[in-house]
């Protein structure tokens, strides 16, 4: 695989969520976390349907309404994917058109009184995302008009608002021309509608807002359109959407989002729906994710606030293990965690295991000398979700899982699993004539995104068990470059680790160390990290290297300091490179004291390492120039790296490739590491006995 240029790649075609998906969004009463109080929402429709195809094919989805799109056309196409928005709620596709009009009845019993909109006094609101994606303003018209009663309101048949007749900036038509009110906004920019009309008897009153402020109901002096005793509007009972033409005019317009309700908060919700599980009865209730026999997962946090969106999750293992640990995007880093805790069978309370950490950087040197940094061009702040891509239902196992938001967008950007890890612990034995045993299966939770960088797609994977170990994994995908599809090339990846024990600066880290001394006999030690100081140390294959952090003030239930291993996952072998600013790759372990700014939030150089690209050289490597001696009070940080390489070959192929094409999708190759518990128990926390002698 390779880059052939190293510039962020356009947004992927969003795939539909399911039609059961939807359903359970209806069946839990509308999304299923609001930012606001919500007030009572009338209708909404987010065109969850699936392209190509008219809007009157599918039966009618959302929820407030009765029966499908219907009336007599031309009806509207869908597009895919539908808008995105930084902050509103959004899901689905869009419908997309030069001339159509779909028209749908409001179902009575979501009406304030039952009754039609206009006959009994009430505030409605009314919003959209729309926008002209081609055309002119001579002869043409795109938006949504409220239908009245020709009986009860002879003057004004409609409520219109969006781009009226001849205009080219959004307003507002009272179904007469000569009373368009208009905006200063231009059709051709993306906008959020909303619309507030004040129903009372007599001269209604009306308002329109373009991007309004979505953090409080706006005020009327704000209005972009200030409509007061604008018309008598009675008798509402149908919507309709349309975009359209006269002999010589020409449009295309999009639609999406429609919402109707009597708070501004009903129609522009901002809480990104925190998760959507369609395997879990249809629509979990209050904030379960997933649940089985052996693991429940709840979200307890969600915030879209930047610059970095987050979720906090908690998962409950059956043998009393549970987890706390917060998710969040960094954007030019992908998907990091924090404030990882563990609350052990019998404590009243969880204890801090991890305080942050996740991928520093991703080199991907090829053989021919072309070396490329993975994460330089990565995370545009203009862009949707930063570099973590959209993901759907169609990214769920079978069973057991979830999709979670990190970010108020239309898609939502991590997945969750719950997985059978298969045999933890077993025991077999046989006595006075009786066979006897015992078997223990060990549980965990994936929760994963898929990071961007280009052609190459990796998914960036923290796993939770119950036996107490942590799980960190990068697995890379994607497909081969064609300018150079049979190059060889490693992925180096480099993870911060900033374990922090029960939440105390008193932690050290050893070297665990195993050596053989011959004659059959060997040691297992574990030595002060690099002789007590800062630095770094090679991987050494007869040595078993891995990494002991030990609280220096804690003890288990035996008087042992309470630990975690850090093991490396499935090491093959090591890399080692000579580029410009590569010399961090000479090492796979290293230790930091951590000073203010180290942790890459600083805002000057070489500090802002987590929002600014820099080699580990530029930064890594100068926090151990002059280097410290390590101490408990000095809040050590370990820096892992590890590497895969990928030798192209006819498995990279699709199965339209012929002779040297290979543009196929490459199987996961996977790196890593483990955080293993070291006397963090006092006993086994999957083994309630052992039957065996």
Same mark, same amino acid.
């Given at each position: ?20 998906? =939807? ?38 989805? &959302? ?80 938006? /949504? ?189 992908? /998907? ?48 949707? &979700? ?177 630990? =975690? ?93 012929? &002779? ?34």
């Amino acid at each position: 695989m390779a880059h052939p240029t190293r510039v962020p790649t356009p947004a992927p075609v969003l795939h539909r969520l399911s039609a059961l998906v =939807m359903a359970a969004i209806a069946l839990a009463g509308g999304f299923a976390a609001h930012a606001h109080a919500r007030g009572r929402l009338i209708a909404y429709d987010g065109f969850d349907y699936d392209p190509p195809g008219n809007l009157n094919q599918y039966p009618g989805g &959302g929820e407030g309404w009765i029966g499908d799109w219907g009336g007599l056309g031309p009806h509207w196409n869908l597009a895919d994917p539908g808008f995105s928005h930084k902050l509103l709620q959004v899901i689905g596709n869009r419908v997309l058109d030069s001339s159509a009009k779909s028209i749908r009845t409001l179902d009575p019993t979501y009406l304030p009184g039952g009754v039609p909109l206009g006959n009994q006094s009430t505030t409605l609101w009314v919003s959209m995302l729309v926008h002209q994606s081609d055309g002119g303003a001579a002869g043409t018209w795109l938006g /949504l008009k409220l239908k009245c009663d020709p009986v009860t309101s002879p003057n004004n048949p409609f409520l219109f608002f969006g781009k009226p007749y001849n205009s080219s900036t959004w307003g507002l038509d009272p179904g007469i021309y000569t009373q368009h009110k208009l905006s200063a906004q231009p059709t051709t920019d993306y906008a959020f509608l909303v619309m507030e009309v004040v129903l009372r008897p007599g001269p209604d009153d009306v308002y329109l807002w373009v991007n309004p402020d979505l953090s409080q109901t706006p005020q009327i002096a704000t209005a972009d359109v200030s409509a007061p005793a604008y018309g008598d509007f009675t008798g509402i009972k149908d919507v309709q959407i349309e975009v359209g033409n006269t002999s010589g005019g020409y449009i295309m317009g999009s639609i999406d989002e429609v919402r109707l309700g009597t708070t501004f908060e009903d129609v522009a919700p901002t809480g990104c729906g925190p998760f959507f599980n369609p395997y879990y009865g249809g629509a979990p209730s209050g904030d379960l994710l997933a649940q089985n026999h052996r693991c429940t997962v709840r979200q307890i946090g969600f915030t879209s606030s930047e610059p970095y969106p987050q979720i906090t999750l908690e998962i409950s293992f059956n043998n009393s293990v549970r987890w706390l640990l917060t998710l969040y995007n960094v954007g030019k880093k992908g /998907l990091w965690v924090r404030n990882v805790t563990l609350r052990r069978p019998g404590d009243s309370a969880s204890h801090q295991i991890l305080k942050r950490g996740g991928v520093a950087e991703i080199l991907v040197p090829y053989h021919n000398g072309i070396h490329l940094w993975d994460t330089e061009f990565t995370g545009d702040p203009n862009e949707i &979700g930063g570099s973590l891509r959209a993901m759907t239902d169609g990214d769920l196992p079978p069973h057991d899982g979830f999709l979670a938001w990190l970010t108020c967008d239309n898609a939502p950007r991590v997945v969750g699993e719950i997985r059978d890890r298969g045999i933890a612990a077993i025991c077999k034995g046989q006595g006075s004539g009786l066979e006897y045993g015992a078997t223990y299966r060990s549980t965990e939770v994936s929760l994963w995104s898929v990071f961007d960088t280009g052609n190459y797609d990796y998914v960036m994977e923290y796993v939770l068990r119950d036996d107490g170990s942590f799980g960190v994994r990068l697995g890379a995908s994607g497909y081969n470059n064609t300018g150079m599809p049979f190059e060889a090339h490693a992925h180096d990846v480099l993870w911060y680790v900033d374990v922090d024990l029960f939440g105390k600066s008193d932690d050290m880290v050893f070297e665990t160390v195993h050596m053989d001394l011959g004659g059959g006999i060997a040691s297992e030690t574990d030595v002060p990290f690099n002789g007590g100081t800062e630095g770094g140390i090679p991987w050494d294959a007869l040595r078993y290297t891995s990494l002991l952090i030990e609280d220096q003030g804690v003890t288990n239930g035996h008087g042992n300091p309470i630990g =975690m291993q850090l093991v490396p996952f499935e090491q093959s072998g090591v890399t080692r490179h000579s580029g410009t600013m590569e010399a961090f790759t000479h090492n796979e372990f290293y230790v930091t004291n951590l000073h203010p700014g180290e942790d890459g939030m600083g805002t000057a150089f070489p500090n802002d390492w987590l929002t600014n690209w820099h080699s580990p050289d530029q930064y890594l490597l100068k926090y151990i120039a002059p280097a410290e001696p390590l101490t408990p009070s000095a809040d050590p940080v370990i820096w892992y790296k590890a590497a895969v390489i990928h030798d192209p070959h006819d498995e990279d192929k699709q199965a339209s490739d012929s &002779g040297g094409s290979k543009t196929g999708l490459t199987l996961m190759h996977w790196t890593g590491f483990d955080l293993q518990p070291h006397n963090l128990f006092d006993s086994n926390p999957l083994v309630t006995s052992n039957p065996c002698p």
